[in-house]
């Protein structure tokens, strides 16, 4: 066990939730049996009308490292995500989805990755995709998985996030990034806090991704495991671009096209927010200005688009990932 005796805990993990009741209660006991103890949680219950806040307060009362935070009412996912991080005192942040789980040694292996170089600002695990029972899905090609919904979802590829060229790493996420778990890693806080964080549109993960990119190297732990949850319940499954909007953020009155148009402005102004060469700033503009002319990604944008316009009826539950 490590116990850090300074009054700031070393890691700080952010939980959104919202009626998170089916879950919860796993994440935070995978948490708990960390081979790493100096930690803290802050637990942001998005105004839940379920047994979310009954099953926290339980947890707190038998763990001071807990921190359970209600929100009087729903402010979206963005604001959520941002006050997680807001209420954090730890040296390093991560943020934690409630249905997802970390293996035991998962703090512990992305600490000493962090702390070994401090040109790294942020350390991520390996990933499994795991279903509601815990089940991992099925495997049909290498780190490729199946899920009966037939998404076909691609983990762990081989990038150079370690590159010393902050262009070969922002290229990295831009086009080898797509469901972006990375962004559930462990990250210097101070470094965090100089970024967008979670803003309020769709696919801001990936933003934070390219500005983290490029202030510094981004490692995978194979050693660690992210179990990541599939459902249908979370903001993944929501068909709607209304429903997506009202999940990011309850006064966002922009569709799926506006999301993506601000995803571009946040690749954009990544390449200028932080001191970087001349010579490896325009080479992640002409990285950018390729992609952006890129067929393909005008038609997966289209395609996105025709499909939140299908505009489904389905309430919002627990999509607070």
């Known amino acids: 066990m490590i116990i850090n005796n300074s009054k700031s ?8 939730v919202y009626n998170g009741e089916k879950y919860i209660e796993l994440a935070l006991d995978s948490l708990i049996k960390q081979s790493f103890q100096d930690f803290e949680i802050i637990i942001c219950d998005n105004a839940s009308t379920d047994k979310t ?3 926290c307060r339980s947890f707190q009362s038998q763990d001071k490292r807990i921190l359970y935070h209600r929100n009087p009412v729903n402010i979206g996912a963005a604001n959520n995500y941002k006050k997680a991080f807001q209420l954090a005192k730890g040296q390093f942040f991560k943020w934690m989805a409630h249905d997802d789980k970390c293996s035991a040694n998962y703090l512990e292996e992305c600490v000493r990755v962090l702390e070994d170089d401090p040109d790294i600002v942020m350390s991520f695990p390996r990933f499994v995709l795991i279903d509601e029972n815990d089940n ?8 490729t998985y199946a899920t009966p919904e ?3 979802i691609t983990t762990n590829l081989k990038r150079n996030f370690m590159s010393v060229h902050p262009s070969e790493r922002y290229w990295e996420v831009l086009y080898q990034t797509t469901e972006c778990y990375e962004f559930f890693g462990l990250a210097h806080r101070d470094i965090i806090e100089k970024t967008s964080q979670h803003d309020a549109f769709y696919g801001s993960d990936k933003v934070l991704l390219c500005e983290l990119a490029m202030m510094g190297k981004i490692k995978e732990v194979p050693s660690a495991t992210g179990y990541f949850r599939i459902h249908g319940e979370q903001s993944q499954s929501l068909k709607s671009s209304k429903e997506r909007a009202e999940w990011i953020s309850p006064d966002l009155n922009y569709g799926a096209f506006m999301s993506r148009v601000k995803c571009v402005q946040g690749y954009y102004h990544s390449i200028f927010a932080y001191p970087i060469s001349l010579s490896e700033r325009f080479k992640c503009l002409w990285t950018l200005m390729i992609w952006s002319i890129n067929l393909s990604n005008w038609q997966s944008m289209l395609r996105e688009v025709l499909r939140l316009k ?6 919002l539950q627990n999509a607070e990932n």
């Open 9 to 16: 805990p070393k890691v700080s993990i952010g939980i959104p």
């Open 53 to 55: 806040e009954e099953i």
């Open 136 to 143: 991992p899905f099925p495997l049909i090609d290498k780190n």
């Open 150 to 152: 037939g998404r076909i």
């Open 310 to 315: 299908l505009n489904f009826k389905k309430p």
